[in-house]
């Protein structure tokens, strides 16, 4: 890996097609920007429709022959999760970069549409429907991958109670439904890598985190935002573990990247660790049957 690796890394992605959840703002939009400097063509896939062309428009003015679209997406709705699907499929035959990049971040209590807690709805069922939804335009790609974003918050829970997913028995602690969610994100990717390799499939399942980036600075307290204002790192960096997942050379399948820095907070891309709770296969199995139980998609059984 290269010590210091940025997006005049990337390899040329001209005639790939890439799907960014949550494209609009913050490390999505930077996501997007790259990508769609390097050649891809691009969907901007987020819930507010006005916003997400804001953003496409931003991009094709800072890079004119830029390919980049907005698509309606809102992962909090397993409606809205199938429109999107239905009209991802109607205007390409593959894709090639599922970047699961949408997050709800330290939320008050609240559910989706279906009833989720809405950290596990958004940022770990709301993938996982998607993903399942778009597999056969993953196969039809070329060095297909999903990129699933987790974060240092995953280790701050011990993990996941799957009796009481929505928290509905639980106190309720917007930071640890943060990480719990984040902690699914892992089980998740590292599930996915080893059914898509049992079923010889051509897709590579990756996890990132950006680290601590500034992203959402309105987010928490006054001494938490203080202290990003101060000590995190730009969201151009925190896209970086990202982006290097998606198209670098060397990612293999169950990798997880994240910046290279003290701690995991700032820095350069590199291959990262994680808790032995994101790595136990008995768990991944059970959330995989949950979720697929929930969300009605089922796939790679």
């Not at 997006?7 to 799907?19: N, Y």
């Not at 993990?159 to 998740?188: C, N, Q, V």
Request: glycine content about 10%; charged content about 20%; overall charge neutral.
């Amino acid at each position: 890996m290269a010590r210091k690796w940025t997006v005049e890394d990337i390899p040329p992605q001209t005639g790939r097609v890439a799907v960014v959840t949550g494209g609009n703002r913050g490390l999505g939009l930077e996501i997007v920007e790259a990508l769609a400097g390097a050649g891809a063509h691009v969907v901007i896939a987020t819930r507010d429709a006005a916003k997400a062309e804001e953003a496409a428009a931003r991009v094709r003015r800072q890079i004119p022959d830029a390919k980049v679209e907005a698509i309606a997406l809102d992962q909090s709705d397993l409606a809205s999760i199938r429109r999107f699907s239905e009209a991802l499929h109607g205007r390409f035959d593959h894709v090639d970069l599922l970047i699961n990049n949408a997050s709800a971040i330290l939320v008050t209590q609240g559910k989706t549409v279906e009833g989720f807690e809405r950290h596990i709805g958004v940022n770990h069922l709301g993938s996982f429907a998607l993903t399942g939804l778009l597999l056969d335009l993953l196969k039809a790609g070329t060095d297909a991958r999903v990129v699933s974003t987790s974060s240092t918050a995953h280790r701050l829970v011990k993990g996941i109670d799957l009796d009481d997913l929505h928290l509905e028995h639980t106190e309720y602690k917007p930071m640890e439904a943060y990480g719990r969610s984040k902690l699914a994100a892992l089980l998740f990717t590292f599930e996915l890598d080893r059914r898509l390799r049992k079923a010889g499939l051509p897709v590579k399942a990756v996890a990132a985190h950006p680290g601590y980036s500034n992203t959402n600075p309105d987010k928490g307290g006054f001494m938490m935002r203080l202290a990003t204002s101060i000590f995190a790192q730009p969201a151009a960096m925190g896209a970086l573990p990202q982006l290097y997942a998606a198209t670098a050379s060397d990612v293999a399948g169950g990798d997880y990247i994240g910046p290279g820095g003290p701690m995991e907070m700032r820095g350069y891309p590199a291959k990262v660790g994680c808790t032995p709770p994101a790595r136990d296969e008995k768990t991944a199995a059970r959330l995989w049957t949950v979720s697929a139980a929930l969300t009605g998609v089922s796939y790679l059984d």
